[in-house]
Each structure stands twice: as structure tokens, then as C-alpha cells.
């Protein structure tokens, strides 16, 4: 995004040009395509939703959440003038939870119980930057929609009990806020050396149904999915 100023490499271009703000369009920007993102934030299964009563994670587990993170690449496939970009984006999660198995009578083993949850999702992704293109407010809005596939695995010390996917869909709303206004002149500098063109930070909500599209394909399918917010960090190149 065109949102930041020139800060022009050498300072007799400086003299003759004098400082910008990050408000004007950046001369020399480098081309921009392509998103990725850095995200991390708690992740608590919706494995206990079928059982209400017996509650088999949480009994295990306990209530809290785990912390969870992933990375996103987007591609900024077409503008669309004056609301921003629209693209296809690919993401990759890692969650892993451990705790101390119980016998059947309820007293606590030796041993560990270990789950480890891998979310993946496709979707397409709307990022409305305009505001931030054309005016002096440094935020962005953008939503993702579409399928989301979970890889999970149980077991305790000795081995893998349990391995299993979910398939079901995927949905985020979320803000960013653009740190180029921060310091304009890293920003360009950035821009020059590494095609960076813009940086963020960002917090979302996230539906993620792994749920077998609620147990139409398989009712015994484990619902490994969550909704939890997720903070990170974003780069557009």
C-alpha cells in the first residue's frame, strides 16, 4: 500500500525534495502482492461440545486454554478500488497440551496424557486498506473465509494411542494497525532493502468449526476446532 512517504536515499535528493510524511504516496515503493503472518494466541478444543455431561478434555486437560501458533501467507491476487485487496491465503497452526493421566478410579498416574492439535485452513481474504491509503488513520479491516482442515494426536509416554482429521470450515473478522507511522523513514528503508512494504499488528476473532461440518461425515469425528482471538504480527511485500 501506497501509505508511507519517500525518504529519498541520499541527502542531496534530501535537500531538494525535504521531508515527507508518511500521509503522501512513497515514490519508490516496491511492488506489492503477497501477505504473511506471524500469530499466536490461546486455543482451547471444542472436543467436550458432544459430551456436556461427561466433558472427556476438560476432565483431562482442565478448563484453560493453550497457546497456540501459526503462520498465513496471502496473495493480494486484484484491487478493488476503493475498499482494498481480495486474494486467496493458506495457514498453518500448532497446538500441544499435556497433563497427568488418571486411572479409571481417578487417582493420578505416573504418566502423562499428551495431545497435539495441527489446524490448516484455505480461505479467501478481503483486506479493506483504503482508509489507511488515502487518509491519516493507520487501520485496516479485513475478514477470511473458507475450509479449514485439523490433524490431532493422542497418547502418553510410552506411545500414540489415538491419530485422527477433522475437516469443517473456517471464518476471521480482525483489525490491523499499520506501525509504518511510527517511523517513516525505517519503513522506506525497509521497503528498499527488502521489499517490505508495510508492517502491522493485528488481533482477530476466529471461528474455527473442525467439526466434520458438525458430524455430517463422520459422527464420531473428534471436534478439534476453537474460537479464540489470535494477536500477531503482518508484512505486506
Known sequence: ????????R?????????????????????????AFELRFGPYR??????FPAQKPYESVFGSDGRLAFGLEFD????????????????????THMSAQARFNTGEL??????????????????????????????????????????????????????????WGTHFALGGMFLLDVIDHRSAVEIDNEWGINNTYIFCEWMVSNLDDFKGSRDPSAMHIGTNTWMLGLAFEM
Open 1 to 8: 500500500m501506497a501509505i508511507i512517504a519517500l525518504w529519498p
Open 10 to 34: 541520499g541527502a542531496a535528493a534530501e535537500r531538494e525534495m525535504g521531508p515527507q510524511s508518511w500521509r503522501e504516496p512513497r515514490v519508490l515503493e516496491s511492488a506489492q502482492q503477497f
Open 45 to 50: 478444543p471444542a472436543i467436550d461440545s458432544p
Open 75 to 94: 496473495w493480494q491476487l486484484f484491487r478493488i478500488p476503493y475498499v482494498g485487496t481480495l486474494g486467496p491465503g493458506a495457514g498453518w497452526g500448532y
Open 109 to 166: 498416574s505416573a504418566e502423562d496424557t499428551d495431545m497435539a492439535i495441527m489446524p490448516m485452513y484455505g480461505v479467501a481474504v478481503l483486506r479493506i486498506d483504503e482508509l489507511a491509503r488515502r487518509t491519516t488513520i493507520p487501520l485496516v479491516g479485513y475478514a477470511k473465509a473458507g475450509l479449514g482442515y485439523g490433524i490431532y494426536w493422542t497418547g502418553n509416554d510410552v506411545e500414540t494411542q489415538r491419530r485422527g482429521h477433522t
